[in-house]
């Protein structure tokens, strides 16, 4: 079974970045996809953003605009760059490879 771990978290801004990283334990061509999701306190799990095994990517509103997703095959880690981030934008953020595995999470928290 794949392990995926999360990084890139922390306590940022409103306004500002952060490149979030999703580190596959086997090669991430294997999946037909890799997607990012991010869980709210009280609020279900959504898709921020997805890029499949051929390179098709789906951004998903609110942060569609601000995100970018980005993969580096030859290290099997996907990454999600966010800019602009607000405080709504606050939440537990994991990778998943659709296939019931899930990271443990990173925490992003956007405040002042």
């Known amino acids: 079974q794949v392990q995926l771990v999360e990084s890139g978290g922390g306590l940022v801004q409103p306004g500002g970045s952060l490149r979030l990283s999703c580190a596959a334990s086997?090669?991430?061509?294997?999946?037909?996809?890799v997607g990012w999701y991010r869980q709210a306190p009280g609020k279900q799990r959504e898709l921020v953003a997805r890029?499949?095994?051929?390179?098709?990517?789906d951004y998903q509103d609110p942060m569609k605009g601000r995100v970018t997703i980005s993969r580096d095959n030859a290290n099997n880690t996907v990454y999600l760059s966010m800019t602009s981030l607000k405080p709504e934008d606050t939440a537990v953020y994991y990778c998943t490879t659709y296939n019931g595995n899930w990271g443990q999470g990173t925490q992003v928290t956007v405040s002042s």
């Open positions: 890029i499949t095994r051929g390179g098709s990517i």
């Open positions: 086997e090669s991430i061509f294997k999946f037909y996809a």
